[in-house]
């Protein structure tokens, strides 16, 4: 590869903290809000203008779409989250679940208010580019923004990145499955100028969907106690499409799959249709090309609603989602692995910092927490090898890829984050390095905060 030389620069100090968490996301929210609240001077790095990660970035608005009358949980933040929410915009019941759809353009909103009350000190539009590291102990961070490049400097650093950027930059070692292996990503978008009541009663009487209409395009396993549960699910029509010549087969696109919200202002929201194949998200070239193809299918999955579906005749485009909604990338080698097993089989640990619903959704699985069984996700998953001081949180915890397709979900990232936070904030009232923290220490300070984690 062809390369110049950049000169050796002296990089300016913008601030010093206690704690950086860097993305936004449920679980960056959730690191920044707890450390915060746990006593310790906290900064939220974010790339994009706003807040909230795969919420208000992307337009994911299922939370908890895995919730039901059984459904076990962490509690603490993620439950605070949909409270606020209601609080700020007005309850917005989610479709197939017990939960809270969270609209994409009020939690932007949402999270700034979050964070403000919380006194989390905000930084947007500013990219982490290195991270500064000395003897395996990590210092901070050097990012790129309008205003240059600058550094902060922090006594403990929280990867909530997704990605898992800061610790690849770090030189923590990770996992990434090869290409074709990696989940596809999305783009999401939202319609307008929908006749929602003739959807919603093609919905009752025509379309009946239910979870086991997602083995159509793809192949799913269920444990079939999901398979009659209602699901806003539709296939038909975009498979139709394709067959009739509509999308080029030679594109690696998958058309077909959720809506979230029916409004009565004639919206329906998340239209999550669009899914690319072979997409590296650690790649730019990768990224360039699924952002393009993304909105080029989702106009060509407008075209055929318009087509195919009742109430969508004079439709149109509201929005897309700012940026591709990615499922997988790097995963840290934490101190831990979690397994497939783990999920599978309820797993304890004795340094359990958070539990989750047996909820698995992806690699060709989809199980549904009906039962009240869960598994615990220890500390060591969250602490990478070989980089000190640091924590990730979110979908790149140490974790197998069939495990991942459970704690990458939203729900999740909130628990993961929230150790994560807390844990930092302890170790360093306790004097001691992430790596050497007290768990029993952190566990107290969860439940102090109604975080279930046994």
């Known amino acids: 590869m062809k390369t110049v030389h950049e000169k050796e620069r002296d990089i300016p100090v913008l601030a010093e903290t206690d704690v950086l968490v860097a993305g936004s996301g449920p679980a960056g929210l959730a690191a920044a809000i707890a450390a915060k609240r746990s006593g310790a001077d906290t900064l939220l790095m974010e790339r994009y203008g ?11 608005e299922g939370f908890a779409w895995y919730r039901h009358e059984n459904t076990v949980e962490a509690g603490g933040l993620a439950k605070e989250f949909e409270q606020t929410f209601v609080r700020i915009a007005g309850s917005n019941p989610e479709s197939q679940s017990q939960s809270q759809a969270l609209d994409a353009e009020m939690f932007k909103y949402a999270a700034d208010l979050m964070i403000s009350e919380a006194g989390v000190r905000p930084l947007l539009h500013s990219t982490v580019s290195a991270a500064i590291v000395e003897d395996g102990v990590i210092k901070g961070v050097i990012a790129e923004s309008k205003s240059g490049r600058f550094a902060v400097l922090a006594k403990r650093v929280i990867d909530c990145t997704g990605d898992a950027d800061v610790a690849a930059l770090a030189g923590a070692p990770f996992s990434k499955a090869p290409k074709d292996k990696l989940m ?13 009541a003739r959807f919603k009663d093609y919905i009752k009487n025509d379309l009946k969907p239910t979870y086991k209409d997602w083995g159509g395009c793809w192949s799913i396993t269920t444990s079939g106690k999901e398979d009659d549960l209602f699901s806003p699910y539709f296939e038909r029509p975009f498979v139709e499409a394709i067959q009739e010549g509509i999308v080029p087969k030679e594109e690696r696109v998958s058309l077909g799959g959720t809506w979230s919200s029916i409004t009565d202002e004639g919206e329906v929201t998340q239209l999550n249709v669009v899914f690319i194949g072979g997409v590296d998200c650690t790649d730019v070239e990768d990224l360039t090309r699924a952002e393009i193809a993304g909105r080029r299918n989702a106009m060509r999955s407008v075209e055929i609603l318009r087509k195919k579906v009742p109430g969508f005749e004079r439709a149109k485009l509201r929005n897309f989602g700012m940026t591709l909604g990615a499922r997988e990338s ?12 783990d999920v599978f089989n309820q797993a304890r640990f004795e340094d359990s910092v958070a539990i989750f619903p047996e909820f698995i959704d992806g690699r060709e699985w989809l199980i549904l927490p009906l039962t009240g069984r869960y598994y615990q996700i220890p500390y060591r998953a969250l602490v990478p090898q070989q980089v000190d001081n640091l924590l990730a949180a979110g979908r790149c915890i140490s974790g197998e890829p069939l495990s991942h397709t459970s704690f990458r979900n939203m729900a999740c990232c909130v628990a ?10 302890c170790s360093l009232k306790a004097g001691v390095s992430t790596a050497n923290a007290d768990v029993r220490q952190v566990q107290e300070a969860l439940a102090a905060q109604g975080v279930r984690f046994t």
Not at 50 to 60: A, K, R, T
Not at 188 to 194: D, E, I, P, Q, T
């Open 416 to 425: 993961t984050g929230q150790a994560a936070g807390t844990a930092a904030a």
């Open 184 to 196: 596809s990503v999305t783009t999401l978008f939202h319609c307008k100028g929908v006749d929602t």
């Open 50 to 60: 706003c807040f909230g990660g795969v919420i208000s970035q992307v337009g994911v």
């Open 330 to 341: 790097r995963l840290i080698r934490g101190q831990y692995i979690l397994t497939g097993h």
